[in-house]
């Protein structure tokens, strides 16, 4: 592993006891991460909510990918049922997803924000459906115009009842932004 | 007391619509956007409002400078799933109330209306 991919992992697991704790306070199944192992979860349809931090020092974009066949199981999770059975997804289960990435996604960059001692305040979620290749090739191809920006790539497996729920999330960080973190960690 | 909401996810607006009514206190309106609240703030006179900092065109930190400017006496508490400690300060520095942390219960909601 790269020393600026340990820097992020880092990052990482600095915020997910505050991540498990914020889920776990509103979800009826017990989450816990078991994320340490290897995992290539390949092409599959997703249900992405994207974010943007649009800071001067720290300008960062956010991909967090879920597995559509898990967002069943997520909303049960969380409101208990799921009466829902149309193949694209309900305006309420997006709204849900938009708030569990927002936990997700606020975990990590108040992270940054504390380490970096400056106030920084992304954007709220988009959700995008379709294949995960398919939007991490078009979020690519949209910041093109931000060079040196560096992917990371972090799998949350998350044990939801007797199911493993998987979230990605792929970053995209400017190599300056990481190079001021490296500083800091 | 009359509480006012600006909150992007209708999910949540609805959520804690119904647990201000609930509590027994007066939901007189929310709004989406900073745009939003700010057009819907300088008509509306809430004794609370509840404040998201995420929104979709400015933030919330934006819309408590704005508001501040236009109403000193309404209580503001801010709503959101952020950690940061700089964010905080200059939150209060700029007349927020008090910061409920998401996700919240109805308990922390109501503690938090009582304690402002």
Redesign the interface.
């Known amino acids: 592993m790269s020393e600026k991919k340990a820097n992020f992992k880092k990052i990482i697991d600095l915020s997910i006891p505050d991540i498990l704790s914020k889920i776990n306070s509103i979800s009826s199944y017990k989450w816990e991460d078991l994320s340490n192992e290897e995992i290539d979860l390949g092409n599959y349809n997703s249900v992405c909510s994207y974010f943007e931090v649009k800071d001067s020092d720290y300008p960062m974009n956010f991909a967090l990918f879920f597995n559509k066949g898990d967002v069943i199981e997520l909303t049960k999770s969380f409101i208990g049922y799921n009466f829902f059975v149309s193949g694209k997804i309900s305006k309420s289960e997006e709204l849900l997803i938009q708030e569990l990435s927002n936990i997700i996604l606020n975990s990590i960059v108040s992270q940054i924000s504390n380490l970096a001692k400056k106030v920084i305040i992304p954007s709220g979620p988009k959700i995008i459906e379709s294949e995960k290749e398919f939007i991490f090739d078009v979020i690519s191809r949209q910041l093109t115009d931000n060079s040196n920006r560096e992917i990371f790539h972090y799998i949350f497996k998350i044990k939801c009842r007797e199911k493993n729920i998987y979230c990605e999330v792929i970053s995209f960080i400017s190599e300056r932004a990481m190079n001021k973190l490296k500083v800091l960690l | 007391m009359k509480v006012f909401i600006v909150e992007?996810?209708?999910?949540?607006r609805f959520t804690v619509k119904t647990a201000i009514e609930k509590l027994g206190h007066e939901f007189i309106g929310e709004a989406e956007s900073f745009k939003e609240a700010i057009d819907k703030l300088s008509v509306a006179n809430p004794e609370v409002l509840l404040l998201d900092?995420?929104?979709?065109d400015k933030?919330g930190?934006e819309v408590l400078k704005e508001f501040r400017k236009m109403n000193k006496t309404t209580k503001v508490i801010i709503i959101?799933?952020?950690?940061?400690?700089?964010?905080n300060q200059?939150l209060l520095k700029e007349g927020a109330n008090h910061i409920l942390k998401?996700?919240f219960?109805i308990d922390e909601l109501d503690s938090a209306l009582k304690k402002i």
Do not use: Q
């Open positions: 992007d996810n209708s999910l949540t900092i995420i929104l979709p933030n930190l959101t799933a952020l950690e940061e400690e700089g964010l200059e998401k996700p219960s």
